[in-house]
């Protein structure tokens, strides 16, 4: 039983946590960093980089079958899973240890356990007790259920997909947010039926509806089947697949059930509510400054309300290490936070969109302009359809882009600089965007607000 004292103790290895860790440290703290499971959570073992890495196989299987409208002769004749798994574990453990080795550079104390909160200022361990001047919350978030929807056997969730060694003949997924279109993306592109069962009436909802109905108009195209405005009541399943019912009755036959109706806080058993810290729903609650109620602890991440993604963490880790340090970091806007959904076709956007524009500031004072990617060589020759979508205050700075297309996402850096720089299209017309990118449809979108249409009329 030891009593480990440090500037700075976190709880939670992922990417708030871990961020948090290394800019307190590179700052001159001394950092214990707490994890039970392994550095880099969620985003690194089973969230963006697999996720990530299993799009780009799919891709790749599109790729194949597509060679020949351009002259090569290729053929998809099927997948490896245990290649492609192989393929995947193979990048995630090279940026494991990369991670490890910037921990480890950084002079950072990790501690490997479960930690819970006992005080204000301390986290126990197992019969260990780490004290902390000041303590950083980073415990992340969970797959959800519905209620009474139990996880298990073939009713599963996106880490249970990630680990599946065959690929599925038919799929039925629940939820078409973020998660949801990604894997219904995965699977069609492996060669299996996808149904996608969504209770609002769009795919990714919390998009631009015209962003919603386009890859809703894409998904059909590839055969990628939905359900939209539909109530999920229940699941059955046996040894060779299970039967969804929806209220109205209907029934959805499938190998699987994916579950992906969300993420919610990590926070159970972790000792803030004892400790006095208030939550809202397992969430824990901040200031601004992401300050708790409790002087001297600090939440970052997944479990602070907001959207829930590894560069939001990131930044939050570096900020709160900052505010400990007294460096008075600029508050981070959750408002203008960059999204990319990396389904086929991506998916990017930041900001307002038009309607959210309109309703803040008034119809009238808002301009906004569709870029269609049929006019953009790039686009053309990728063999992708798609649009760009520019809103901006009449006479003001841009306040949101909103874009579909293949690889759109690589786009979002423009964008997300555009719109936190509160630049105005005037400010961007005279740069130069690089020919044939289709980062010129973001050029060609800002010329026209600006009033000097290029290869627009
Ligand atoms: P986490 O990464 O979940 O880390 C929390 C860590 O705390 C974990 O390692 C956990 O083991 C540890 N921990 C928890 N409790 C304790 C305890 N009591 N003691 C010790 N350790 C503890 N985001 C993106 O930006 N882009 C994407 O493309 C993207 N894709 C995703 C795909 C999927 C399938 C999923 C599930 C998520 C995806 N996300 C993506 C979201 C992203 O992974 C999370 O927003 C991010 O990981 C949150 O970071 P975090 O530090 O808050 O929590």
Redo the contacts with the bound molecule.
């Keep these: 039983m030891a009593e480990l004292n440090f500037d700075l103790v976190v709880?939670?290895?992922?990417?708030?946590?871990y961020s948090a860790a290394i800019r307190a440290a590179e700052l001159g703290m001394s950092v214990a960093l707490?994890?039970?499971?392994?550095l880099g959570?969620?985003?690194l073992h089973?969230?963006?980089i697999p996720?990530?890495a299993m799009l780009h196989a799919a891709e790749v299987a599109d790729n194949a079958r597509e060679a020949h409208e351009c002259g090569i002769n290729a053929t998809f004749t099927g997948v490896d899973m245990d290649r492609v798994n192989a393929f995947r574990e193979d990048i995630i453990t090279k940026k494991f240890k990369g991670l490890g080795g910037l921990i480890k550079a950084r002079g950072i104390t990790v501690i490997e356990g479960?930690?819970?909160l006992v005080s204000p200022n301390s986290v126990a361990v197992g019969a260990d007790t780490i004290v902390g001047k000041n303590i950083v919350l980073?415990?992340?978030?969970y797959s959800k259920s519905l209620p009474g929807l139990e996880i298990g056997g073939r009713v599963i969730t996106?880490e249970h997909a990630l680990q599946m060694n065959y690929v599925p003949n038919k799929v039925a997924i629940l939820g078409g947010g973020v998660?949801g279109v990604e894997f219904a993306s995965v699977w069609k592109s492996f060669g299996s039926e996808v149904v996608i069962i969504e209770g609002l009436p769009h795919l990714v909802p919390n998009e631009e509806e015209s962003i919603s109905k386009a890859l809703e108009r894409a998904y059909r195209k590839r055969g990628i089947d939905y359900k939209l405005g539909v109530r999920f009541q229940g699941v059955t399943q046996n040894d060779s697949g299970v039967v969804v019912t929806l209220e109205s009755g209907e029934t959805v036959e499938a190998d699987l059930l994916l579950v992906a109706v969300g993420?919610g806080p990590?926070t159970a058993g972790?000792g803030f509510e004892e400790v006095g810290i208030t939550m809202d729903r397992g969430y824990v609650i901040t200031n601004e400054r992401l300050a708790t109620n409790i002087p001297g602890v600090y939440a970052?991440?997944?479990?602070v309300p907001g959207l829930?993604?590894?560069?939001r963490?990131y930044q939050q880790g570096f900020f709160v290490a900052e505010e400990i340090a007294g460096l008075n970091p600029v508050v981070i806007s959750d408002t203008n936070i960059p999204k990319v959904t990396?389904c086929e076709p991506e998916i990017a956007s930041v900001g307002l969109t038009e309607s959210k524009a309109a309703e803040q500031y008034g119809a009238d004072k808002i301009a906004a302009y569709d870029y269609n990617l049929a006019g953009n060589g790039k686009s053309e020759i990728l063999g992708t359809a798609g649009s760009v979508k520019v809103v901006r205050l009449v006479d003001g700075p841009v306040v949101g882009v909103h874009m579909i297309g293949a690889r759109v996402g690589e786009l979002i850096g423009e964008a997300q600089l555009v719109v936190n720089w509160e630049a105005h299209p005037e400010d961007i017309a005279p740069l130069l965007h690089a020919h044939p990118t289709q980062n010129e449809s973001l050029g060609e979108a800002f010329l026209y607000l600006a009033g000097k249409p290029l290869h627009t009329l």
């Design positions: 709880l939670g290895g992922g990417s708030g946590g707490i994890e039970k499971n392994k959570g969620t985003c089973v969230g963006c996720t990530k479960e930690g819970r980073a415990t992340g978030s996106s998660i993420r990590a972790c970052v991440g997944d479990i829930q993604l590894a560069h963490g990396y």
